[in-house]
């Protein structure tokens, strides 16, 4: 499974972005997707996440403003992000767990995507 985000770039203080992520490769093996994201000098932090099932959890810290979804025959994922802060501002990672069928049985692989950069000016 390979990830692909993008979406990210320069908004005012609150004002929205929406993030994307696509998958390719066994899209079907693909359970969790998750949204991390890293503030320069502080350590990656899950935001967001979405089950194959279609439950969702999120940060404190973005509980009413963002929304997670996704689209699994796809292999899209999304986060609509709304009355942003400068305090959102990061480098926003997408990824995703998946199955990986082995001789040995199955086994859990980790897909992440390049970086796609939030900047939120105040």
């Known amino acids: 499974v390979q990830l692909q985000a993008s979406g990210g770039g320069l908004v005012q203080s609150g004002g929205s972005l929406t993030l994307s992520c696509e998958a390719s490769?066994?899209?079907?093996?693909?359970?969790?997707m998750n949204w991390h994201r890293q503030a320069p000098g502080k350590q990656r932090e899950v935001v967001a996440g979405i089950s194959k099932s279609g439950s969702v959890k999120y940060d404190d810290s973005v509980k009413g403003r963002f929304t997670i979804s996704r689209d699994n025959a796809k292999g899209t994922m999304n986060l609509q992000m709304n009355s942003l802060k400068p305090e959102d501002t990061a480098v926003y990672y997408c990824?995703?767990?998946?199955?990986?069928?082995?001789?040995?049985?199955?086994?859990?692989?980790?897909?992440w995507g390049q970086g796609t950069l939030v900047t939120v000016s105040s």
């Open positions: 490769g066994s899209i079907s093996s693909i359970n969790d």
């Open positions: 990824e995703a767990d998946y199955i990986v069928h082995s001789p040995a049985g199955p086994e859990v692989g980790r897909s």
